[in-house]
């Protein structure tokens, strides 16, 4: 397992798991064997390696695990012990990075590393802080002891922009949450914004190295526009954590987030919002892309589709043998023929061979083939984990099967799905398992967080649950979405959230006869309790009572079915109506705890009528004023 989501294509099959089975996956005799002790958080998926020499303590089967805190763990996949750990340099706190909570409360190593078995290298961008700025370095370190194999490269480039200007990339400005990909030889990083607190600043890059001596080999950026009038640029590449994903050919895939909401921003040779892109390898020419034909509507409520990963099917019969597929927050997928993606249709009809729904989409597909032989892709969206059967013939289409439902995805916040993988032996019946990591319910700030949980269901009919047990536990689950997902190997399950590692498996040699003595989770990391907000008292009218649109920066401390009270900088509490405030805006979670912005009137009684509610960073001193 030596990249995200099982290979380039991602499609998150795990296909020759030969113990693992819908029979033996049950809650009497699967569950937690290690627990495993790490420095900070995990957005990384774990990645394996079996029959690793580890340098003085022979040959094992190894978890690699990289945390937010920027060490790297090697771990016995068997029995968790840790066999090297090395650490690469001072991560950089939230603050620094404009106060983006989004990831909280450090920014190490965030992107999934790549393994390249062959050279005994793992690759992974390391953001680290001194003499009051940050820097991302590349790494390739060795599999056998963690240490750097050649010296890491600061990442540094530059853009000529559509004006002829220069653009010099700032890591302030910067997150690299998409996992990394390895092609031909050659290394690719991408980056998003932090939060899209500094759009003037922050543009979507994808940058190319040489895997044998990282150097820069090529960097492209989304957004190549320039405006000196209320710069805003973005057309980030984050995709929730999932990665640019390659065909064949060598090829990049990737979808890109929002840009500009106050004007269209679309342009055929020099900006792609709202996007799915294809690259050549090389990063000189943009390919193909698809562009939804209501970017800019989307683009005005912060819809993008670029929270959502894309997935390349492997090859198909029938009239398009090259599928895609990808969608985000709006709920939409797009299933595109890859060798001609659709382009941008102003006003449409969208030129796609089919758009489903799945829910908004903080999330990725998956692909598999069933124990019929007929393939599948699981969406993973707001509705629940998805089936939809490829039909190839007469006409490309994805039918609908089983799902889920909506409550096993549900989490804290609202930004909806999950990333799920599916583990069989090849297509045999009886073998297929989804699996997916369910986002915590509740809150808390304090180590080690609340609870995330392991779910699995029955790949041929997702309405059959397995197994759902408790995996680790994540920190400020308000704003700071947990993309966790699981990696299957060998009979186990790796989980790794908030400051552990946890290995699941059979719990005894055979069906119903558990195991006992399995180890249980260190003291230190047991679930903190929900955040609790206590509301000040209530504040009388804190602006003039008239018709204008008001607007509020505070965070929730009490809500109901149609109202809420918002604990205020000034230490008072103010009264919302709630009703009508997401008729046209995106629907949002009320949870106390919560930093939001509300725009509202005023009425004579003080209550604050909302008209939209939208999330909002850490209440900060950068923060606007209320007004």
Known sequence: MLTYHADNFRTGWFSAETQLTVANVTPQTFGLLHTVALDGRVDAEPLIVTGQAIQGKGVHDVVYVATEGNSVYAIDAGDGSVLWQNHFGIAVPYQYKSYDDNVFPWMGI?????????????????????????????????????????????????????????????????????????????????????????????????VRYDAAAPITLKGQITNKLRTSFAPYYLSSIWQSGYGPAADQNGDIFFATGNSDPNRPSYSQAYNRPDSMVRFSGDLSTLKDSFTTYNYY???????????????????????????????GKDGRAFLLNRDNMGGYTQGGPDNVVQTIGMGGCWCGPAYFVGADGAPRVLTAGGNGVISWRLQTTPTVQLIQETSTGPDPVSGLPDNGGVVPVISSNGTTAGTGIVWFVQKPATSSDQDPGTPVTLMAFDASNLGQQLVSIPAGTWTHAVNSNANLIPTVSKGKVYVASNRQLQIFGLLGGRLGQPRAGNSAVPSELAPSAPAVIACPADSDPPVAVDSKIHEFYGTICQAGENEMRLALRSDRALLVDTAQAFTQHRPLLLTPGRAVHVRATIDEDGVAHAQQISPSHVISHLTPPDR
């Open 110 to 206: 965030l992107g999934t590393p790549v393994i390249d078995r062959t050279r005994g290298n793992m690759y992974f961008v390391a953001d680290s802080i001194s003499g009051g700025g940050d820097v991302f370095r590349l790494h390739a370190i060795s599999l056998s002891t963690g240490r750097d194999v050649m010296n890491p490269v600061a990442i540094q480039f530059s853009q000529t922009l559509a004006d002829g200007s220069k653009w010099t990339f700032n890591p302030k400005y910067h997150l690299q949450r998409a996992a990394l990909l390895e092609v031909n030889g050659s290394i690719y990083v991408s980056f998003g914004s932090n939060g899209d607190i500094n759009p003037d600043q922050s543009r979507g890059s994808i």
């Open 297 to 327: 509507q989307l683009d005005k409520i912060d819809f993008d589709i670029g929270s959502g990963g894309m997935l390349l099917l492997p090859d198909q019969a029938g009239s398009i043998p090259h599928l895609a597929i990808a969608g």
